[in-house]
């Protein structure tokens, strides 16, 4: 099993920045990859950015240049950096952590709300 500690969400306005942080802890595969998903009221969760143990990255065209996803591996944590920040980047941003389909973790969730 994995827990996953998240934290760093909040309410910002329009153009300004959040960080996000997750931990991993228990039993972890350094393979695994990790990254950030986000659900806004009444729409289905999507990817936001994941990075794999390599450090290859897959995210959303909605926050291209906008994000950035770093990884220590050493801390089995993973961090979102979101400038720029948009009302519609409002929701709750959920932390993944995924080694196969029947190793796949997920965490409570932070919220992030954007005021315009």
């Known amino acids: 099993q994995v827990q996953l500690a998240e934290s760093g969400g909040g309410l910002v306005q329009a153009g300004g920045s959040l960080r996000l942080s997750c931990v991993a802890s228990?039993?972890?595969?350094?393979?695994?990859?990790m990254g950030w998903f986000r659900q806004a009221p009444g729409k289905q969760r999507e990817l936001v950015e994941t990075?794999?143990?390599?450090?290859?990255?897959n995210y959303a065209d909605s926050v291209k240049g906008r994000f950035t996803i770093s990884r220590n591996n050493a801390k089995n944590s993973v961090n979102l950096q979101m400038n720029s920040l948009k009302p519609e980047d409002t929701a709750v941003y959920h932390c993944?952590?995924?080694?196969?389909?029947?190793?796949?973790?997920w965490g409570q969730g932070t919220q992030v709300t954007v005021s315009s």
């Open positions: 228990g039993s972890i595969f350094s393979r695994a990859s």
């Open positions: 990075i794999t143990s390599d450090s290859t990255t």
């Open positions: 993944r952590y995924y080694y196969t389909s029947n190793y796949d973790f």
